[in-house]
């Protein structure tokens, strides 16, 4: 089974802190995402890496950066937390199979932002 | 980005009773995919759709891949508590720029009546 960790379940940080969010998949997926879900928007993308050291944005990236020095690890980084990314951040893979466009999901960290 | 129309909303329904929810979209989709999200938890995917007109089955689950390759419907027979959670439906785009992102729908709350 593919196995997606994220490293907290629930975050408490303060307005203008950094903050990272660590996702680790075992799988060996090219692709991982990072997502934020906040009720009634449903899944929104922040940023994606297919590759190693790649990156694309997403349809939400600003005030997001994102980090892959490792097939099987991504970083979601905060540089400045503010209290409206305060949401479910959501990490998944996928793999660049044909036709295998099936992702799958960590168990997701809940960011407050205070 | 852009979005699947996922209907309805929002469903309540007694222990027991079929659930029927659907996705549509103005593209052609040649991959659609359902998830079930317990609250607290990431997304799991429950079915894989990638042929127009193909039907699956997962247990209690069916879902089905429209012929016009713009629709899916997911079913859900005999409904028991456990059904409880939010349902989504993801597709992949035909001819799309970049394969490897998903468009998501916004999900369906299900609340089920013991």
């Known amino acids: 089974d593919v196995k997606v960790t994220q490293s907290s379940r629930y975050l408490v940080k303060r307005t203008g802190e950094k903050v990272f969010l660590e996702c680790v998949q075992d799988?060996?997926?090219?692709?991982m995402f990072w997502y934020r879900q906040d009720p009634g928007l449903g899944l929104r993308l922040i940023y994606f890496?297919?590759?190693?050291?790649?990156?694309e944005k997403g349809d939400i990236p600003e005030g997001y950066s994102v980090s892959r020095e490792k097939k099987e690890r991504f970083s979601l980084i905060l540089e400045s937390a503010s209290t409206n990314q305060t949401s479910m951040y959501l990490c998944?893979?996928?793999?660049?199979?044909?036709?295998?466009?099936?992702?799958?999901f960590g168990p997701g960290t809940r960011l407050t932002v205070t | 980005g852009q979005q699947l129309n996922q209907s309805p909303q929002s469903m309540f329904i007694q222990e027991g009773e079929d659930v029927s929810m659907n996705c549509t979209s103005s593209?052609?989709?040649?991959?659609w995919l359902w998830y079930k999200q317990d609250p607290g938890e990431g997304p799991v995917l429950l079915i894989a759709?990638?042929?127009a007109g193909e039907l699956t089955s997962n247990g209690r689950l069916t879902a089905q891949f429209g012929i016009t390759r713009k629709d899916s419907f997911l079913n859900i027979s005999a409904s028991i508590p456990s059904d409880v959670g939010i349902y989504f439906c993801a597709g992949q785009r035909l001819r799309a720029g970049n394969n490897r992102k998903l468009i998501w729908g916004l999900g369906t709350s299900l609340a089920v009546n013991p």
């Open positions: 759709l990638y042929k």
């Open positions: 593209s052609i989709f040649n991959t």
């Open positions: 998944a893979s996928s793999s660049l199979l044909a036709a295998h466009y099936e992702q799958y």
């Open positions: 799988m060996d997926h090219e692709n």
């Open positions: 890496s297919y590759d190693v050291k790649m990156k």
